[in-house]
């Protein structure tokens, strides 16, 4: 279990996480909603520690990880694998070297950076590939992949750490809608199949209801609304994004029924 206690986040005078206390139970999917500035970032970058909390507490099976420092704090960011909006690739590596990447915290010294890795990693980074639909690419620069594609060779490069949890900070915001559904698939059958807690952010309401069990949404670095999609009222919309996204979310359901009525 991943357990968050009273944890803030300051940068000068601004307070980007606030008092956040949650409880993430090993092997769920949980989609964090809010609007830009929210804190919804902020709070994944304290939970893998590429930010210090200004106060609070984080916890992973009760041990404390908000206290590691050098080699246990490489291997919890290890076995808290990242997936970012920007992919973070080498576009001119061959995507195969980019997934052989996520096993540097297991593979040191001089023989990477010469793009010799052990066999065993390379068959594993294959079959990684293969599980995304992308080992026909392996040996394809990043540089020539759409979007979609790129992401998914992030996404197989953090499998290659062998995770425990998949931290995805706004995984679909650059992608068009196909593109988007086939990420967030991805991402919701690696929590199905192989019981790896994921942590996503998200901006689309929709996105988050479809394939997240549980939904967070932060406004103002404070969590206003934990539990299940359908419990998401109007009033608690308004109090996230704002008169005008629940508006035009009413518009999208009358018209669908619409459509349905004439089909």
Request: glycine share 6%; aromatic share 4%.
């Amino acid at each position: 279990m991943l357990e968050i206690r009273s944890l803030s986040k300051k940068f000068g005078s601004n307070v980007a996480v606030d008092n956040v206390s949650l409880q993430i139970a090993a092997g769920s999917m949980v989609g964090i909603i809010g609007r830009s500035g929210a804190g919804k970032s902020t709070l994944l970058r304290l939970i893998n520690r590429l930010c210090e909390p200004s106060s609070g507490e984080i916890l992973w099976h009760g041990q404390p990880v908000s206290q590691l420092n050098g080699k246990a704090l490489g291997e919890w960011r290890a076995r808290c694998g990242m997936v970012f909006q920007q992919f973070n690739l080498s576009p001119r590596l061959d995507v195969l070297t980019n997934v052989l990447t996520g096993s540097l915290n297991r593979n040191r010294g001089l023989a990477p950076l010469f793009k010799m890795f052990p066999p065993a990693e390379r068959a594993r980074a294959i079959m990684e590939l293969h599980a995304l639909d992308m080992a026909d690419a392996a040996l394809q620069r990043c540089a020539t992949l759409s979007g979609g594609q790129q992401q998914r060779v992030a996404i197989a490069r953090t499998l290659m750490q062998t995770p425990d949890i998949i931290l995805a900070d706004e995984p679909i915001a650059s992608l068009d809608p196909a593109n988007a559904q086939t990420v967030m698939e991805t991402l919701a059958q690696i929590n199905r199949d192989r019981k790896i807690t994921v942590l996503v952010n998200l901006h689309a309401l929709d996105v988050a209801r479809r394939y997240c069990p549980r939904i967070i949404a932060m406004a103002a670095g404070r969590v206003v609304f934990d539990g299940p999609p359908d419990a998401l009222k109007s009033c608690v919309i308004d109090q996230i994004y704002g008169r005008h996204v629940i508006e035009a979310h009413d518009h999208d359901q009358r018209s669908a029924r619409m459509l349905e009525a004439v089909a």
